[in-house]
C-alpha cells in the first residue's frame, strides 16, 4: 500500500521539524516553500538560544534542518501554495502555482513576516535603503551609518550584526526599555558603535536615488530631528502569515491560529505549527516542537482515517 501523503506548507523551522518526523513515521512527505528553506531562522545573523549550539548562523542550522528532512526521504518543492481544499470538514488537497496536490493530511507551516514601520518614504526607498533583512542587505552597507527601527529580539539582533559590520548604528525605539533578552541587550549596549535613540518614532525617510536621512519625532516632547544615514532596518515585529487559512480555521485578532499543544485545527487533517499558532513563547525550538507534534498527529491521524480516492 503507498504510503499516505503529508503535505507540509512552508520549510522553516516547523515545517522541516514536521518532514523529518513525518518521513520517520512512515509518511510520504512534501514541503512547500516559496522562497528558501528555513524562514525567517536563515535570516538571523547568529542563534545563541538552540539546545546544543551556543552560536550558529541562522542559515547553517536552516540548512543542515534541509538536509536532515532529505536525508529521510522528504521531497522539498519551491512554490507557493495558493489555497487548500477542504470538503466534508477535511483536508483533501493544497493548492499550488504548479496545480493541485491530494494529501492525506497537511500541516500548515507558513511562518510570519515582518511588519513595515509605516511612514512616509518607506515604500518609496524599499530596496534603496530600506531594508527588512540585516542579514541579508546589511553587507551593501559595511562602514557606513545606519539605523534600526524595533525593540525586541530582532531589531537588538540587527543592530549587533550590523556593527559587527563596522556600521555606526542608530537603534530606534518608541519607548525607553526593550523587550528583547536581558543578555543580548546587555551585549548591545556595550557597543561602541551603537547609539540608543529611545523614545523615539520615525516620521519619514527621506533621499535622493537612496536613503540619505531619517526622520524621527519624541514620544514625550514632540521634537523633531533628522538623523543622516544610508539605511534603514525595520524590526518592528511580524505579521503570521495565514492568509491561506482563513474562513477555514478560527483566527485571533493578531491573525495567529487558535489551535492546542497536539496542533489540531476544527478542519480534520488539518494541522497548524510553528509562529502561525497562538501562544506565549516564539522562538526556533518552540516551532521545532510544533512540528513534531503536528506530525506525529497527522500520522495518527492518517493511519486511522486515510483512504485513497
Not at 24 to 44: F, I, K, P
Not at 274 to 284: T, V
Request: charged share 20%; net charge neutral; with cysteine.
Amino acid at each position: 500500500m503507498q504510503a499516505p501523503r503529508l503535505i507540509i506548507i512552508g520549510g522553516g523551522p516547523a515545517g522541516l521539524t514536521a518532514a523529518i518526523y513525518g518521513a520517520r513515521a512512515g509518511m510520504a512527505v512534501t514541503v512547500l516553500e516559496r522562497m528558501s528553506a528555513g524562514g525567517q531562522m536563515a535570516l538571523t545573523p547568529d542563534v545563541e538560544n538552540y539546545p546544543a549550539w551556543t552560536r550558529v548562523e541562522g542559515f547553517e542550522l536552516a540548512s543542515r534542518m534541509e538536509a536532515h528532512a532529505r536525508s529521510l526521504g522528504a521531497e522539498i518543492i519551491y512554490t507557493n501554495a495558493t489555497g487548500i481544499e477542504v470538503s466534508e470538514n477535511r483536508a483533501r488537497a493544497v493548492i499550488t502555482d504548479g496545480g493541485r496536490l491530494e494529501a492525506a493530511a497537511v500541516i500548515a507551516a507558513m511562518g510570519v513576516e515582518r511588519k513595515k514601520i509605516g511612514c512616509e518614504g518607506e515604500q518609496e526607498y524599499a530596496g534603496r535603503g530600506v531594508s527588512y533583512c540585516a542579514a541579508c542587505d546589511g553587507r551593501f552597507f559595511a562602514g557606513k551609518t545606519t539605523a534600526v527601527v524595533g525593540g525586541g529580539d530582532a531589531a537588538l539582533e540587527d543592530a549587533a550584526y550590523l556593527a559587527g559590520l563596522g556600521c555606526d548604528v542608530r537603534l530606534i525605539h518608541r519607548r525607553d526599555t526593550f523587550r528583547g533578552g536581558r543578555l543580548l541587550e546587555s551585549r548591545v549596549r556595550a557597543l561602541p558603535n551603537v547609539k540608543l535613540e529611545l523614545q523615539q518614532t520615525p516620521l519619514a525617510i527621506r533621499g535622493g536615488k537612496t536613503v540619505e536621512s531619517l526622520e524621527l519625532r519624541h514620544m514625550a516632547t514632540g521634537a523633531v530631528k533628522s538623523l543622516p544615514v544610508s539605511a534603514v532596518f525595520a524590526a518592528v515585529g511580524v505579521t503570521p502569515m495565514t492568509a491561506l487559512l482563513e474562513g477555514l480555521v478560527p483566527l485571533t485578532a493578531s491573525g495567529h491560529v487558535e489551535a492546542g499543544e497536539d496542533c489540531r485545527t476544527p478542519v480534520e487533517g488539518l494541522f497548524a505549527a510553528g509562529d502561525i499558532r497562538q501562544k506565549p513563547l516564539y522562538q526556533i525550538i518552540t516551532a521545532a516542537s510544533d512540528g513534531a507534534a503536528a506530525a506525529q498527529e497527522a500520522a495518527r491521524y492518517a493511519q486511522a482515517a486515510w483512504s485513497p480516492k
